[in-house]
């Protein structure tokens, strides 16, 4: 549970860091709204599918530990 912990907090660690810089960018100029939203929704996607395969593989191990 641990490490599956840590795996979720990096990702949504990454994800902010990524919104982040996604918001000065296009404060300054170097992207646009309609990008910073397309690019906004990706990172949100590839965070939630990261989440989503932490959690499949906690649930696999935890059925292993339980079978032994």
């Not at 996604?22 to 397309?38: A, M, T």
């Not at 929704?41 to 530990?65: G, N, P, R, S």
């Amino acid at each position: 549970h641990k490490y599956a912990e840590q795996a979720r907090d990096a990702a949504r660690n990454d994800r902010r860091d990524g919104m982040e810089s996604l918001k000065k960018q296009e404060k300054v100029g170097k992207i646009s709204e309609d990008e910073h939203r397309k690019l906004h929704d990706e990172v949100q996607k590839l965070t939630d599918d990261h989440v989503k395969k932490v959690d499949e593989a906690l649930a696999t191990k935890e059925k292993e530990i339980m079978q032994v």
